[in-house]
T-cell receptor, first 111, second 113 residues
Framework: QKEVEQDPGPLSVPEGAIVSLNCTYSNSAFQYFMWYRQYSRKGPELLMYTYSSGNKEDGRFTAQVDKSSKYISLFIRDSQPSDSATYLC???????????FGTGTQLKVEL | GAGVSQSPRYKVAKRGQDVALRCDPISGHVSLFWYQQALGQGPEFLTYFQNEAQLDKSGLPSDRFFAERPEGSVSTLKIQRTQQEDSAVYLCASSDQTADTQYFGPGTRLTVL
């Protein structure tokens, strides 16, 4: 079993839809939670960073962490075609440096 | 400002050849990471440097993989005697002293024939 599980999709939604992306993890030592966006043939770009349970909002993006369930989510409101990309969850331990990534969910927002 | 840069962007190697991949981190970033991303997968950790010291190389898949950062800035990932299974995108990331945020380069896509 992988340390971080993520549904690879692909996920296709109409423009303006609310998108929900999710990851589960198994190691309770993980304390820092990130969402990266990766466009085709580009490097991952950090979208959201959080270290506590609860919600964190930034514009159209909301990151949600439930440490008791070892479950993290990214919500995208009013999705746009420019949001079409692969979304990667990434997690690291409190004392560590390396990131452990999910497989990524491929999202397509259609006009 | 300038982000993380990597070169070459694309590399095709014949099986058995040695390759060297370069990473230029963001100026002043003390931490540097290498990740390997296979097609359709998330990046997987290879190795980590703090300045010139290689503090973690637990992700290097075999002794054919070697990384260095001799002056604490530019880093090179070397793969000896390349195999087809080494075909992947190799990503470099750097971060400042807090290591909270890792900034990724565009990657080098390696294809081994």
């Amino acid at each position: 079993q992988k340390e971080v599980e993520q549904d690879p999709g692909p996920l296709s939604v109409p423009e303006g839809a609310i998108v929900s992306l999710n990851c589960t993890y198994s190691n309770s030592a993980f304390q820092y939670f990130m969402w990266y966006r990766q466009y085709s043939r580009k490097g991952p770009e950090l979208l959201m960073y959080t270290y506590s349970s609860g919600n964190k909002e930034d514009g159209r993006f909301t990151a949600q962490v439930d440490k008791s369930s070892k479950y993290i989510s990214l919500f995208i409101r009013d999705s746009q075609p420019s949001d079409s990309a692969t979304y990667l969850c990434a997690i690291r331990t409190g004392g560590g440096n390396k990131l452990t990534f999910g497989t990524g969910t491929q999202l397509k927002v259609e006009l | 400002g300038a982000g993380v840069s990597q070169s070459p962007r694309y590399k095709v190697a014949k099986r058995g050849q040695d390759v060297a991949l370069r990473c230029d981190p963001i100026s002043g970033h003390v931490s540097l990471f290498w990740y390997q991303q296979a097609l359709g997968q998330g990046p997987e950790f290879l190795t980590y440097f703090q300045n010139e010291a290689q503090l973690d190389k637990s992700g290097l898949p075999s002794d054919r993989f070697f990384a260095e950062r001799p002056e604490g800035s530019v880093s090179t990932l070397k793969i000896q005697r390349t195999q087809q299974e080494d075909s992947a995108v190799y990503l470099c990331a750097s971060s400042d002293q807090t290591a909270d945020t890792q900034y990724f380069g565009p990657g080098t896509r390696l294809t081994v024939l």
